[in-house]
């Protein structure tokens, strides 16, 4: 359940969770809920979440009665299970913690960054990152090409990466085999106040 949190770059927990998952998470880097109990709690009465469980190292919700009309799998379909499986991945639902301030969420897959103006592919997007760590409040990133500045959330990461203090986590889902439909986005507007948006987290595979 918990992030792995190393200099300040939040990666992915190998040991429990999925490899694959989709995060879905407010646009507002340092945005955070006041009582996060009642938004669960909103998830559930929508059908997104439904029971709590814990097996081994995996914890969270499964899904909810009403999670494949919030959620739409671009296949025929899903690819995997929605029940807890002993071995391999299945599709259940984890809420992060509030983390004291915004972290990186990185896919293992992000490659490409660009600038949300003129489209330059920024190369050095790891250095960019880097900077924005050193100084999170005052951070602004200067496109070298069009000299557009932009706050870190907003270069195109190409969903391969969320900048955030907390995000829901839909386990079990390959990268661009889903997508939150706009109800699910417009309820979570809805019960924030801020925008949401989604990308993909995978690890690659290293055999
Ligand atoms: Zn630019």
Redesign the pocket.
């Known amino acids: 359940m918990e992030f792995g949190v190393s200099n300040g770059l939040l990666s992915m927990n190998k040991q429990g969770g999925s490899m694959n998952k989709l995060i879905l998470y407010p646009t507002e880097a340092d945005f955070h809920i006041a009582h996060q109990p009642a938004f669960i709690e909103t998830l559930r009465q929508m059908g997104f979440i439904g029971d709590l469980f814990t097996q081994r190292k995996r914890g969270g919700y499964l899904v909810g009665s009403n999670f494949f009309s919030l959620i739409t799998f671009l296949g025929c379909l899903p690819f995997v299970p929605i029940e807890p499986t002993n071995e391999g991945e299945f599709c259940y639902i984890d809420i992060s913690p509030i983390q004291k301030e915004a972290q990186f969420l990185a896919s293992s897959r992000l490659r490409e960054v660009r600038?949300?103006?003129?489209?330059?592919e920024e190369k050095n997007w790891q250095q960019v990152v880097a900077q924005w760590i050193e100084d999170k409040k005052n951070f602004k990133y200067e496109?070298p090409?069009?000299?557009?500045y932009a706050p870190i959330t907003r270069l195109n990461w190409k969903r391969k990466a969320a900048i955030t203090r907390w995000a829901i986590e839909v386990h079990g889902i390959y990268e661009s085999e889903a997508v939150p439909n706009d109800s699910l986005l417009q309820a979570l507007k809805q019960q924030t106040d801020v925008v949401w948006d989604y990308c993909y987290q995978s690890e690659e595979n290293k055999s």
């Open positions: 600038c949300p103006k003129c489209r330059n496109c090409k069009c000299g557009h």
